[in-house]
């Protein structure tokens, strides 16, 4: 009788041993999705014909390992002042005071830091999508504007940091990013600083 309550003790205990490390080995930040408003700043070029306007942030991090790195994918919808400094290609005149839109997906690694209530991150990655700017076609004979968007392919390159404020299950944050892209608009590189304030609901539970 002793040896079959030794042998229930043990499973018992060893039962506890992996219930305890397989909750010790989920992540606090396993899991969060991503929602952010902000604006796009161009730089360089990118200013002769684009102003910032409002942006969207759509995305999530999921934690890999035991460590503090992750992955970030992401969907970006930056939105701009667009002002073309010639005609393009299929167009008669240089729209003015137009809009530009961006349909960027990213994929990126990144690191998370944790410091009491605060989380600090960095990451890199590369993406593409598209880039819609206005062009008109003018008809004079018929006195008629054809308006259009010119869609743009843009493989991109991002590298940015983040604070997080942890509040259990929701974290704010505040991100910047550099995006470089490598193809031309308006014979000039695209370049942008996105500015990113949001929350971050915390899914790692789910996992538990």
Request: charged share 10%; proline share 4%; aromatic share 12%.
């Amino acid at each position: 009788m002793t040896r079959y309550l030794s042998a229930i003790t043990c499973l018992a205990l060893l039962n506890l041993a992996t219930i305890i490390c397989c909750a010790q080995s989920i992540r606090k930040d396993k899991l969060y999705t991503v929602s952010g408003i902000g604006t796009a700043i161009p730089l360089g070029q990118s200013s002769d014909f684009l102003a910032p306007k409002i942006s969207t942030t759509l995305g999530a991090n999921l934690g890999i390992g035991q460590g503090g790195l992750f992955l970030y994918p992401k969907f970006n919808l930056h939105a701009f002042s667009y002002s073309a400094i010639f005609p393009d290609n299929a167009g008669t005149y240089a729209i003015q005071t137009g809009r530009a839109s961006t349909y960027l997906l990213n994929m990126a690694l990144g690191y998370r830091k944790f410091t009491g209530k605060f989380a600090y991150y960095a990451y890199v990655g590369a993406g593409g999508g598209y880039i819609l700017t206005p062009m008109a076609r003018v008809n004079n004979a018929n006195q008629q504007v054809n308006l259009k968007n010119k869609t743009h392919g843009m493989p991109m390159a991002e590298l940015g940091a983040g604070i997080e404020l942890n509040l259990g299950g929701l974290a704010l944050f505040t991100e910047m990013s550099y995006m470089n892209g490598f193809k031309n608009i308006q014979d000039r590189n695209f370049t942008t600083l996105p500015l990113t304030f949001g929350i971050k609901p915390n899914l790692s539970k789910l996992f538990h």
